[in-house]
Structures are given as C-alpha cells and as structure tokens.
C-alpha cells in the first residue's frame, strides 16, 4: 500500500512542477510541491514559497524553515517526521500573499489530493492563509491560535508562521506554547 501511496505523491508531484492552472505558474522559477514520508500522521501546511524554495524547489528551506526545525526540535521532533508542504505551490510576485482564486485552484487540484493520500491524523496550520485555506476562515491568530478543532475527521492545530515568530518575540512565546499542545497530542 506504502508503494502505491508513494508512487501517486509521486505523480501529484511532477503534475505540480508542470501546472499553469493559475498565474502564480508565470513568475514562479519552480513549484514546491512538499516533502516528507508519506503516508505520514503529521501534515504541515505554511502558505507559499518564498525566494529560497522558489530557487530550489523544496519547501521551508530558508530561514522560517530554520526556525521551524528548531522549534519542532524543542517537542523532541525532527522535520523528516512530518510531511510538510503550502497552501499554494508556486511563489507569488513579491511574496504578496496567495489570492483567494489561486488558494481555491491548488487546494482543488492538488492541496486536497495530497491530504486524502497522505492522511494525517493531524494538520497543523501555520499562520492566517494556512488558517483560511482549510477551515474558510480569516480570524486573528491572536484570537485562535492554539485551537485544535475538528474538522472533516482529522485534528487541526492552529498556530502562527514562522516568518512572524522569528520577529517578534510574544508571538514566539504563544507558537512554543502551541507546539507544546501538539507534544501532548502525540
Ligand atoms: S500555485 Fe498551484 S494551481 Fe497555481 S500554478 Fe502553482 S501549482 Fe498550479
């Protein structure tokens, strides 16, 4: 089952690197489809690649990815447990971020293919268009980080991206209180 889960990640994948279904297609030098094991308990999902992962076509590489790594470090985790990937695949001009049209074409044709093969227990959001690509939802993550409803079978975790973690100290404070919730979840 592994390999045949393995071998269609594997075609969504190369249907990614080739997709002009939006216009995100026309700037990006490469789509970032996501990495991890597959299938896998835990899903990460940021909101777009930014200039690093543009370039080489891997997701959260560059310094949010750092952060990441060391934040899953501190639950006791490392990164290549976890399936992680964004909320659209290609970088949008300028890191402006993903319009409501292009979040509803990736999750359509690829977004939601990816989440049925892999199927996570868990998805953690991280940060407000993470938040609105699955839940439909533009709430302050002041007000709802640290939630973890459920929603269509699986558990949620919503917490704050890395990039507004790294740059102000209260919010890193709140997303290591959240990470901690998601070590008692495990
Ligand atoms: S953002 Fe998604 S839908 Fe748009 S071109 Fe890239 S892969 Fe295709």
Redesign the pocket.
């Known amino acids: 089952m592994k390999k045949v889960i393995e071998k269609e990640i594997h075609s969504i994948d190369e249907g990614?690197k080739c997709?002009?279904?939006?216009r995100?297609?026309e700037s990006r030098k490469n789509?970032v489809p996501g990495e991890g094991p597959v299938p896998c308990d835990l899903f990460i999902l940021g909101e777009a690649p930014g200039s690093m992962e543009d370039r080489l076509g891997k997701p959260f590489i560059g310094m949010s990815g750092k952060f990441l790594e060391k934040m899953l470090a501190d639950i006791g985790m490392t990164r290549e447990q976890i399936y992680i990937t964004s909320s659209?695949?290609?970088r949008p001009p300028k890191n402006r971020p993903p319009k409501d049209d292009?979040l509803r074409?990736?999750k359509e044709?690829?977004l939601n293919k990816q989440i049925s093969l892999i199927n996570p227990k868990i998805i953690i959001l991280l940060g407000k268009t993470a938040l609105k690509q699955m839940m439909g939802i533009s709430e302050s993550l002041m007000d709802c980080h640290g939630r973890m409803p459920d929603h269509d079978g699986r558990k949620y975790l919503v917490t704050f991206h890395p990039a507004a973690a790294m740059r102000f100290p209260k919010i890193r404070q709140e997303m290591e209180k959240d990470f901690r919730k998601l070590k008692s979840l495990i």
């Open positions: 990614i997709c002009i279904k939006c995100l297609c789509a659209v695949k290609c292009e074409i990736c044709n690829w």
